[in-house]
């Protein structure tokens, strides 16, 4: 008896040994196939492109780089696209962090709206945002004449650009910070506010330390989408070149000049500012990690 007990312990344990390498090497199979997939995605899909843009830009040498780097309508086409997220990531700075503090820190009628509102330019196509400006400013929209009368320009002029790009951008900072807030909870602001710490003290110290990460990665995602916007900016722009052009719309109208050197030159100095903006992205996110570990 006690050998068969033996015997069937040690079976058990063999075939209990056996089912953990069978499962284990069906795991690494799985494992090691979906990681191929993958890498031959993102070497298809991402870095084949990306390889070719900085190929062609620098085909024809760098001295024909910089010459179109520095050609005027170049350069004008890069300091609107600053420009515009410059003005677009303060105000959506502002927007998000009020959003975001309303919607996770108080109870109000209207709130499941308020989000639903924030979301909508998800769900829009930029294009169709362009649009609407358009019905709103436009010569015959519904205060294009009293612009006029006032010779005020908002399409076809930095207004219209900064205006589109916020609208597209404006979800992202809010969006961000509204599942941080909420997982915080507001324990901390309560105490803070029975300690005597008006409201200001009680975001200053207390609510923007510990979002400053999540806002931070926000800010970066909001920065990239503007400085990449295509369709809204193409609607309100006018395409004026040298004035109302901003970098992706540079490289369309070189492009369809078959300026391609140039087109591509312009594409590279885009690709690298998102490099540099997925960087900082990877980087917020280890010191976050750090901090919070």
């Not at 929209?141 to 010779?151: A, M, Q």
Request: aromatic share 12%; hydrophobic share 55%; proline share 4%.
């Amino acid at each position: 008896m006690a050998v068969a007990a033996t015997l069937a312990g040690h079976g058990g344990s063999v075939s209990a040994s056996y089912e953990d390498s069978t499962a284990t090497r069906e795991l690494t199979w799985v494992k090691w196939t979906l990681i191929a997939i993958s890498l031959a995605f993102f070497g298809f899909f991402l870095l084949l492109p990306l390889f070719a843009i900085f190929a062609e830009a620098l085909r024809k040498g760098w001295d024909v780089y910089f010459a179109a780097l520095l050609e005027p309508d170049a350069l004008s086409a890069i300091k609107l696209t600053l420009i515009a997220a410059a003005i677009a990531v303060p105000i959506n700075l502002v927007f998000g962090l009020t959003a975001a503090w309303s919607i996770a820190k108080f109870q109000f009628r209207g709130k499941q709206f308020l989000i639903t509102l924030i979301d909508l330019p998800f769900s829009v196509s930029p294009v169709v945002a362009g649009l609407i400006y358009v019905l709103i400013f436009g010569a015959q929209g519904w205060v294009g004449p009293w612009l006029i009368d006032h010779d005020i320009k908002i399409l076809f002029a930095v207004p219209g650009i900064v205006l589109a790009t916020t609208f597209v951008t404006f979800p992202f900072i809010a969006r961000e910070l509204i599942p941080l807030m909420e997982a915080q909870g507001k324990d901390e602001e309560e105490a803070s506010v029975v300690l005597g710490a008006s409201g200001l003290q009680t975001f200053w110290y207390v609510t923007l330390p510990n979002i400053k990460w999540g806002l931070i990665y926000g800010v970066i995602l909001c920065n990239a989408r503007a400085m990449g916007e295509f369709g809204a900016v193409s609607v309100v722009s006018g395409h004026i070149r040298g004035e109302t052009n901003t970098m992706p719309l540079h490289v369309e109208i070189l492009y369809n000049e078959y300026q391609f050197a140039a087109a591509f030159v312009m594409a590279s100095l885009l690709a690298l500012l998102a490099l540099v903006t997925l960087a900082v992205k990877t980087f917020v996110e280890w010191q976050a990690l750090k901090s919070n570990s």
